[in-house]
């Protein structure tokens, strides 16, 4: 028996059977007619297609903005779908008026999606409407007419005519979204819960879908999918028996916002701003990174220098594997086909440990790297009192680099070690050529990058001046 999807689409009730699999925008274009919603490039590339899902969690609701070419339809069951369309007031909001004032508007084709990812970032419990706060809300969005300065300039309007407010019922409260939206936390709370057979399915598990739409789009329309996300007890991050504790459903934005993970890594938010776009952040899981396997996969490369755990069950029965361990060649797994990744494990960090995290790609945000680097480092006085560093890019899976490890434990921190590190690195990577950059281009890559990340761990031993000379 097929279940029925029930949502509220903007201000209406959905009941639906259309296939769980089907993708949101494909089902607010198709079935619901509602053409606001622009399709661009189906990847999660432009932005064009963005809507924002609200989702109850302990009587609370909170707003995301995501790419609806790349969530299925079956697991808006129990959430609010927000579209262009629904944002509309009998007068120009905050955000339109700011994009006419500005002029920052010309064919059109990307505007709807813009309107609704910056309205969802004036949603935010506590937006900051600072320099940045336009580069983040439009870091995944493309246009290719007006150019980002006029959109840029739209934050000064916002300072004006939002300032300090924000979240959902001061937004509501001067107008800048439509009063619907307050009655909407008592209405989700009557829908009852999917179970089966969305949330245990068989053929294909969907977690953010940022990946397997991707790669099996036109499958996951008509086959068996498991929405990983109708069974949430498997996302958050917690504190236990000395791991944290990550849910592999949690998303790369619900991770680096906890306060465990800042408490650890204080730079979290800077390599954020590095990896995707704010759409795909909240979409994408820990999880989904892991097993997709990518050589080249950012947070798989951050938790695998945490020296993280993977839990995997079947059925009633689960085992541990180290990350480290995990990939055994090019997107092979120490997996079987029915074991679900559940948790990630992070041990606990003694006070003297630092975290660094490095990326290139060919541009700074929503772009793949061309080589990434994460380091863990436990130190005193400039002695390595242990040390795990994993690359991507530079080899068929990500790779924990070993031998250098095992070389630079117990070690004092020098120029020369630097370079010997260096050295022993060229030795373990094994780059090839491809769209991101020559093999050649990689080495030198993780050679600056070793250099870059050490400097900026040891700032009192090393500088970047003694490995560059001056012209
Ligand atoms: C525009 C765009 C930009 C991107 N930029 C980056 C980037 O900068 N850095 C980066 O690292 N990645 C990037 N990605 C890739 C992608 O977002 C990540 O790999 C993400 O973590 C995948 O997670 P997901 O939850 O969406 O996985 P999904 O697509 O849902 O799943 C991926 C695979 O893992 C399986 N799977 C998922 N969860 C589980 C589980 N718990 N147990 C068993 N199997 C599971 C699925 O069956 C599928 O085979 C980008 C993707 C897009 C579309
Ligand atoms: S259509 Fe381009 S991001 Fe969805
Ligand atoms: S206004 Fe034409 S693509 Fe942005």
Same mark, same amino acid.
């Given at each position: 028996?097929?279940?029925?999807? +029930? !949502?509220?689409?903007?201000?209406?009730? =959905?009941?639906?059977?259309?296939?769980?699999?089907?993708?949101?925008?494909? %089902?607010?274009? *198709?079935? $619901?007619?509602?053409?606001?919603?622009?399709?661009?490039?189906?990847?999660?590339?432009?932005?064009?297609?963005?809507?924002?899902?609200?989702?109850?969690?302990?009587?609370?609701?909170s707003?995301k903005p995501?790419? /609806?070419?790349?969530?299925?339809?079956?697991?808006?069951?129990?959430?609010?779908?927000?579209?262009?369309?629904?944002?509309?007031?009998?007068?120009?909001?905050? &955000?339109? $008026?700011?994009? =006419?004032? $500005?002029?920052? #508007?010309?064919?059109?084709?990307?505007?709807?999606?813009?309107?609704?990812s910056? #309205?969802a970032a004036?949603?935010e419990e506590e937006s900051d409407i600072s320099k940045d706060f336009v580069n983040r809300a439009l870091s995944g969005?493309?246009?290719?007419?007006?150019?980002?300065?006029?959109?840029?300039?739209?934050?000064?309007? !916002?300072?004006?005519?939002?300032?300090?407010?924000s979240? &959902?019922?001061?937004?509501?409260?001067?107008?800048?979204?439509?009063?619907?939206?307050?009655?909407?936390?008592?209405?989700? +709370?009557?829908?009852?819960?999917?179970?089966?057979?969305?949330?245990?399915?068989?053929? !294909?598990?969907?977690?953010?879908? #940022?990946?397997?739409?991707?790669?099996?789009?036109?499958?996951?329309?008509?086959?068996? =999918?498991?929405?990983?996300?109708?069974?949430?007890?498997? +996302?958050?991050v917690?504190?236990?028996?000395?791991?944290i504790?990550v849910? /592999?459903?949690t998303t790369f934005e619900e991770f680096a916002a906890h306060p465990e993970i800042t408490d650890i890594i204080p730079d979290i938010e800077k390599y954020m701003f590095l990896i995707a776009s704010w759409q795909i952040r909240t979409r994408a899981?820990l999880?989904?990174n892991?097993?997709?396997?990518?050589?080249?996969?950012d947070m798989?490369i951050l938790l695998?220098a945490l020296? /993280?755990?993977?839990?995997?069950?079947?059925?009633?029965?689960?085992?541990?594997?180290?990350?480290?361990?995990?990939? @055994?060649?090019? +997107? *092979?797994?120490?997996?079987?086909? /029915?074991?679900?990744?559940?948790?990630?494990?992070i041990?606990?960090?003694?006070?003297?440990?630092k975290i660094h995290f490095e990326k290139?790609s060919?541009?700074k945000c929503l772009d793949?790297a061309?080589?990434n680097?994460a380091?863990k480092? =436990?130190?005193?006085?400039? %002695?390595? @009192?242990?040390?795990?560093?994993?690359?991507?890019? &530079?080899?068929?899976?990500?790779?924990?680099?070993?031998?250098?490890?095992?070389?630079?434990?117990?070690?004092?921190?020098?120029?020369?070690?630097?370079?010997?590190?260096?050295?022993?690195?060229?030795?373990?990577?094994?780059?090839?050529?491809?769209?991101?950059?020559?093999?050649?281009?990689?080495?030198?890559?993780?050679?600056?990058?070793?250099?870059?990340s050490? &400097?900026n761990?040891?700032?009192?031993?090393?500088?970047?001046?003694?490995?560059?000379?001056?012209?």
């Amino acid at each position: 028996m097929v279940q029925k999807t +029930k !949502f509220i689409l903007n201000s209406r009730e =959905v009941i639906t059977d259309a296939h769980p699999g089907t993708l949101v925008l494909d %089902f607010l274009r *198709q079935n $619901e007619k509602m053409m606001g919603t622009k399709e661009g490039c189906r990847e999660g590339d432009c932005g064009a297609c963005t809507v924002i899902i609200g989702e109850l969690a302990n009587d609370k609701i909170s707003y995301k903005p995501i790419t /609806s070419c790349l969530m299925p339809t079956g697991e808006l069951h129990g959430k609010h779908l927000v579209t262009i369309e629904g944002l509309n007031l009998p007068e120009l909001s905050p &955000v339109q $008026e700011a994009i =006419v004032e $500005e002029g920052a #508007t010309q064919c059109g084709f990307c505007t709807p999606g813009i309107v609704v990812s910056l #309205t969802a970032a004036l949603m935010e419990e506590e937006s900051d409407i600072s320099k940045d706060f336009v580069n983040r809300a439009l870091s995944g969005h493309l246009c290719r007419c007006t150019g980002y300065r006029s959109l840029k300039a739209c934050e000064s309007h !916002f300072k004006e005519s939002i300032g300090k407010r924000s979240g &959902v019922n001061a937004l509501i409260d001067m107008g800048g979204i439509p009063n619907y939206f307050r009655d909407i936390p008592s209405r989700l +709370k009557k829908i009852p819960s999917l179970t089966s057979p969305n949330g245990s399915a068989e053929h !294909f598990f969907i977690a953010g879908g #940022t990946d397997i739409y991707i790669q099996e789009g036109d499958i996951l329309r008509k086959s068996s =999918v498991g929405i990983l996300n109708l069974n949430p007890e498997i +996302k958050g991050v917690s504190r236990k028996n000395g791991h944290i504790q990550v849910g /592999s459903l949690t998303t790369f934005e619900e991770f680096a916002a906890h306060p465990e993970i800042t408490d650890i890594i204080p730079d979290i938010e800077k390599y954020m701003f590095l990896i995707a776009s704010w759409q795909i952040r909240t979409r994408a899981t820990l999880g989904g990174n892991i097993i997709n396997a990518s050589p080249i996969g950012d947070m798989t490369i951050l938790l695998m220098a945490l020296d /993280s755990l993977l839990v995997l069950q079947n059925g009633t029965g689960s085992r541990k594997v180290p990350l480290t361990s995990f990939y @055994k060649g090019y +997107k *092979q797994l120490d997996k079987t086909d /029915s074991e679900i990744l559940t948790e990630i494990l992070i041990p606990s960090f003694s006070p003297d440990t630092k975290i660094h995290f490095e990326k290139i790609s060919k541009r700074k945000c929503l772009d793949i790297a061309s080589v990434n680097l994460a380091l863990k480092v =436990v130190e005193k006085n400039n %002695f390595i @009192k242990d040390i795990c560093m994993a690359a991507g890019g &530079v080899a068929p899976v990500p790779l924990y680099l070993e031998k250098t490890c095992k070389f630079l434990k117990d070690q004092t921190i020098s120029k020369d070690l630097l370079y010997d590190t260096i050295a022993l690195i060229q030795e373990e990577i094994s780059p090839i050529t491809d769209i991101r950059g020559s093999k050649d281009y990689k080495r030198l890559l993780i050679h600056q990058l070793v250099i870059k990340s050490f &400097v900026n761990l040891f700032p009192n031993r090393l500088s970047i001046e003694e490995f560059y000379e001056k012209h």
